[in-house]
């Protein structure tokens, strides 16, 4: 009997609920199964579980009665069980792809450089706002960092209406460019 005869069998039997025909594909295609599963990121019990799904859609096939077998029965199995783990690894985010070359990678030291750079422009701004002194500091942390009006910062710092205010935060902030960028000009 070939392979082809001996899987048609075993196909028949499970259509009809037969024993020895899914012990027989249980005994000759869990191996393959468990292997496939156990290597790419999963474990024992996922192998039992995903050849059961995968048995249980061969069953269903084979009880339609129209369902004809192209394939080996080990082949056909392998991927219906290879389909629903790459569908289980998807769904609970553990499906890596494989990476082929260094040319899929990220390139990430790029930006860590850009984020080293961008550390240190903070540094030197905050250094500079220290700098800075009142009532500078205040205002411009009241306006940009609090986001409060121009109309209640003039109130609280003394000003006689909010154009007054806002003169004053542009003469704040055209001194704290310039500590901020002697700063940048002498790291360099």
């Not at 369902?67 to 991927?79: A, P, R």
Request: net charge negative.
């Amino acid at each position: 009997m070939n392979t082809n005869e001996q899987d048609q069998l075993l196909l028949n039997g499970l259509a009809t609920n037969e024993k020895d025909a899914i012990e027989t594909i249980y005994r000759e295609h869990y191996g393959l199964i468990q292997h496939l599963v156990m290597t790419n990121n999963g474990t024992e019990d996922d192998a039992r579980d995903i050849f059961q799904e995968g048995l249980i859609v061969l069953y269903e096939k084979s009880k339609s009665g129209h369902f004809e077998l192209n394939c080996q029965l080990k082949t056909y199995l392998y991927s219906v069980c290879r389909r629903l783990w790459l569908k289980r690894l998807q769904k609970y985010g553990r499906f890596e792809p494989h990476i082929n070359g260094l040319t899929d990678t990220v390139p990430v030291e790029e930006d860590l450089d850009q984020h080293d750079e961008k550390n240190q422009q903070f540094g030197m701004m905050e250094m500079a706002l220290q700098r800075l002194g009142e009532p500078c500091k205040g205002l411009l942390e009241a306006y940009y960092l609090q986001k409060r009006n121009m109309q209640d910062i003039a109130d609280d710092y003394g000003y006689t209406n909010a154009d007054n205010a806002k003169n004053q935060k542009y003469k704040c902030l055209v001194r704290l460019k310039k500590l901020f960028f002697a700063q940048y000009k002498n790291r360099t």
